[in-house]
């Protein structure tokens, strides 16, 4: 009996407590400035921008945009994760990544990447052990581990996007230009 007249009161306390703090914490809440600061900003690109001739631009990455003018960037591309390998265009291309590797921490501790793709646990994984040329030093002298120059696994490797090529290019690969000798030849 005594217990439950006791926890009445407690809760009575914490109830009163409640309130009290709601109502402070009302009043000394300031009131938000909606866009206030927006409308004393002048753009600053407007003072500071030389004047560019109309066409004058670096390079096609910019997509047409002079030099002092940004514009609105392309949006994201989205990475393909269906573990469907795509061509090396040559043999010693860095293969890119059919996989997605958000999170894949690569630093002085640990190499996500390596959880799968080391020689001792690539069969767990069922993933492609990196090739001998990632033990290799710069004198082509073998390791016993991962070279340090092929640590950074994403210096080389990327994702697959579906990302349009930024600019056009004519790179031809070999067997299509031994073809064409062919060809010439057979002419
Ligand atoms: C959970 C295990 C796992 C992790 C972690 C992982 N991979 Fe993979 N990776 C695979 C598997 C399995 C394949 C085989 C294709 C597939 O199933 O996607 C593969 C395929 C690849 C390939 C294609 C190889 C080829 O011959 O075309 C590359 C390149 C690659 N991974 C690089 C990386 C890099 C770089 C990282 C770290 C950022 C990484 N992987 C992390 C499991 C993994
Ligand atoms: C300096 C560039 C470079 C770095 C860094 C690098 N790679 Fe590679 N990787 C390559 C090249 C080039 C190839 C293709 C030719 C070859 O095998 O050497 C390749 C091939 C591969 C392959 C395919 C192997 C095969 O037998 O077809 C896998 C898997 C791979 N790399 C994973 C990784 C992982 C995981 C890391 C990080 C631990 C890494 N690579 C770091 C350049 C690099």
Redesign the pocket.
């Known amino acids: 009996m005594r217990d439950k007249s006791l926890m009445l009161i407690a809760v009575l306390v914490v109830l009163v407590a409640a309130a009290v703090g709601f109502a402070v914490g009302r009043k000394s809440t300031p009131e938000p400035h909606v866009a206030a600061a927006s409308t004393t900003t002048t753009p600053a690109a407007a003072s500071t921008a030389e004047p560019v001739a109309a066409g004058d631009q670096i390079d096609a990455i910019r997509r047409g945009a002079p030099v002092n003018q940004e514009i609105a960037p392309p949006l994201m591309a989205r990475v393909e994760n269906a573990?469907?390998?795509?061509n090396?265009a040559y043999p010693m291309q860095?293969?890119?990544?059919?996989?997605a590797?958000d999170n894949?921490q690569?630093d002085k501790n640990s190499?996500?990447?390596l959880?799968?793709?080391a020689r001792a646990n690539a069969d767990k994984?069922?993933?492609?052990p990196v090739s001998v040329t990632h033990y290799m030093d710069r004198n082509d002298q073998f390791l016993a581990t991962i070279s340090p120059r092929r640590y950074f696994?994403?210096q080389c490797?990327v994702v697959q996007t579906d990302a349009k090529p930024l600019v056009a290019n004519t790179f031809k690969d070999i067997d299509t230009i031994l073809s064409e000798e062919q060809d010439k030849k057979a002419n």
Request: charge should be positive; hydrophobic fraction near 25%.
């Open positions: 573990d469907v390998k795509r090396r860095p293969p890119t990544i059919p996989h590797i894949y690569i190499n996500r990447c959880l799968c793709h994984f069922q993933a492609p696994c994403n490797h």
